[in-house]
């Protein structure tokens, strides 16, 4: 059985950014968040859209939860929000120390199951959240697979 420094943990929250990102503040915050992914060993998934976050970390639970302190002291964005978090055995985004998708309005609102936020999820629901998330990480791999 493993210890629990062997636990692996996904978490996804959503924030909203204090001030507007261009082109090249998201280039430059990707290259660091690479950087210190791997060297954390995490993986994930990140979305930007309107001004507004949602990633998905995946990795050893206190890597993850280390992170998570340190975004809710960054004043680069505001109102995180936990929407879901479990033990996972496997990594969803296993080769990606960040993933990053911009999703541009006018593109996404054509997209199925297309959601203009994700402010109706409630973690106390987490099927609902669930079903919304993994739509979501199917949406990010396919597209990433075609680039």
């Not at 960054?74 to 479990?86: L, N, Q, S, Y």
């Amino acid at each position: 059985m493993g210890t629990d420094e062997d636990q692996m943990l996904s978490l996804v929250y959503a924030s909203t950014a204090t001030q507007p990102f261009t082109d090249d503040d998201l280039t430059a915050l990707l290259a660091v968040c690479r950087e210190n992914n791997a060297r954390a060993q995490l993986t994930g998934m990140l979305v930007h859209r309107d001004g507004r976050f949602l990633q998905v970390l995946e990795g050893p639970e206190a890597a993850v939860r280390k992170l998570m302190v340190t975004l809710a002291a960054d004043p680069r964005h505001t109102g995180i929000r936990v929407m879901f978090e479990e033990p996972i055995r496997e990594r969803q985004f296993a080769a990606w120390t960040m993933g990053f998708e911009r999703a541009d309005t006018s593109s996404a609102a054509q997209l199925d199951g297309y959601r203009d936020t994700f402010d109706d999820l409630d973690r106390d629901d987490p099927t609902a959240t669930m079903r919304a998330l993994q739509e979501l990480a199917r949406w990010f791999r396919s597209r990433a697979t075609r680039s």
